[in-house]
T-cell receptor
Framework: GAVVSQHPSWVICKSGTSVKIECRSL??????MFWYRQFPKQSLMLMATSNEGSKATYEQGVEKDKFLINHASLTLSTLTVTSAHPEDSSFYIC???????????????FGDGTRLSIL | RKEVEQDPGPFNVPEGATVAFNCTYS??????FFWYRQDCRKEPKLLMS???SGNEDGRFTAQLNRASQYISLLIRDSKLSDSATYLC????????FGAGTRLTVKP
């Protein structure tokens, strides 16, 4: 069964709206969560890494004021796309890793993804 | 040079065929390797980890060559349900994804 739940799975909204995406780990405590973006026919691009209780680390080129990440608990991280515009339309996927991430060969568990369409 | 490079594909094969995907990575310090499968408009799902000694899971065989910084995935007796995009993933403290290779298995 799913170990990472992502919600919502599909969002369509007007330009200028802020959209919040939730990522929950169901069976374990996720000390680290990752947020990815995937454009059509392209691979996943890491946007940011969030650690519970601390500020997220953003990849180069990703605006932290645009993509707000909160990881307030060991089971929940949220990504808020602020003032979304059509170019933000994409497939956003979260993944989670528990404390075993320190053992580097542990794979990540992905959420179902959120398809965001900005009109 | 990209951190993880894969065969561009697409691969279109008949049912029952054997197909192989290749992947190279640039960071020699990479420590773990995976193949993920991604269906259209879905999240990636772990297919298998790749071990130094090579490993097999049913019809799927993964190989790692650290000296050449190369990993491979072999699918034998391909099924229609194997149609998907296969992502090569390398972990060098961050997960690095290849662009994916699309496979279509036809009747």
């Amino acid at each position: 069964g799913a170990v990472v739940s992502q919600h919502p799975s599909w969002v369509i909204c007007k330009s200028g709206t802020s959209v919040k995406i939730e990522c929950r780990s169901l069976d374990f405590q996720a000390t680290t969560m990752f947020w990815y973006r995937q454009f059509p026919k392209q691979s996943l691009m890491l946007m940011a890494t969030s650690n519970e209780g601390s500020k997220a680390t953003y990849e180069q080129g990703v605006e932290k004021d645009k993509f707000l990440i909160n990881h307030a608990s060991l089971t929940l991280s949220t990504l808020t796309v602020t003032s979304a515009h059509p170019e933000d339309s994409s497939f956003y996927i979260c993944s989670a890793a528990g404390h075993l991430r320190a053992i580097i060969n542990q794979p990540q568990h992905f959420g179902d993804g959120t398809r965001l369409s900005i009109l | 040079r990209k951190e993880v490079e894969q065969d561009p594909g697409p691969f279109n094969v008949p049912e029952g065929a054997t197909v192989a995907f290749n992947c190279t990575y640039s960071n020699s310090a990479s420590q773990s390797f995976f193949w993920y499968r991604q269906d259209c408009r879905k999240e990636p799902k772990l297919l298998m980890s790749v071990y130094s000694s090579g490993n097999e899971d049913g019809r799927f065989t993964a190989q790692l060559n650290r000296a050449s910084q190369y990993i491979s995935l072999l699918i034998r007796d391909s099924k229609l349900s194997d149609s998907a995009t296969y992502l090569c993933v390398v972990n060098d403290n961050d997960m690095r994804f290849g662009a994916g290779t699309r496979l279509t298995v036809k009747p």
